[in-house]
């Protein structure tokens, strides 16, 4: 025998369910992990765990977990209690975070100049930095190499295209006799989209 549709299309309504069984209430408990992360740290301790919770996604070096931990409203008593410990236990190091970004940046093409100004802006000097040049040269080709792929691979569009090449260069961290050299050498290869 097939069950009759009810006039409301089977949905059931503010009463009673179809099954005729009453209804059980949820009642939502806020619990500490739906608040907001500045509720969630009161203590050191919880601000601790925050940077536990967020360094399993990725490094931090401590000027970045800092900035993160502000956004998150937590005060700076505890940001300052909570990253010493980090640091003390080896879950925050600059040194480590400082090689995996230059190694990344230098995968990107950016050059030495903008690699040891982006690691000075975040607290680290580049020459503590295990291998620092030398070792990333070695794997990631040195500056003038990088500088010459990067602009054949990225070409200037305009109508002076060795000043381009050269003004694209120094934003991409290469320093200025590295961005004239490699400029002038795309130039004279002649494979700009304005050949001579």
């Known amino acids: 025998m097939i069950d009759s549709v009810p006039p ?4 059931e309504s503010e009463g009673a369910p179809l ?3 009453p209804r059980k209430k949820v009642l939502r408990k806020d619990t500490e992990s739906e608040q907001p992360a500045q509720k969630e740290c009161a203590t050191a301790e919880a601000a601790y765990r925050r940077i536990v ?52 940046l230098m995968r990107k093409g950016v050059g030495c100049d903008g690699i ?10 580049a020459t503590k930095v295990d291998g620092w040049p030398h070792t990333f040269m070695e794997k990631y080709g040195d500056d003038f190499g990088r500088a010459l792929d990067f602009i054949r691979k990225s070409p200037p569009k305009s109508k002076n295209p060795r000043a381009s090449a050269y003004a694209k260069l120094i934003r991409k961290g290469y320093s200025n006799s590295i961005a004239a050299q490699a400029s002038a050498a795309w130039y004279e290869e002649g494979t700009y989209s304005g050949m001579r």
Do not use: P, T
């Open 19 to 21: 099954s005729g069984r």
């Open 53 to 104: 919770d967020l360094c399993s996604y990725h490094e931090f070096c401590q000027v970045k977990m800092r900035e993160r931990l502000r956004r998150d409203g937590i005060r700076e008593d505890l940001i300052d209690a909570a990253i010493g410990k980090a640091v003390r236990v080896g879950l925050i190091d600059d040194l480590r975070w400082g090689e995996m970004r230059a190694s990344a």
């Open 116 to 125: 040891i100004r982006e690691l000075r802006d975040n607290g680290i000097d």
């Open 8 to 11: 409301d299309g089977g949905v």
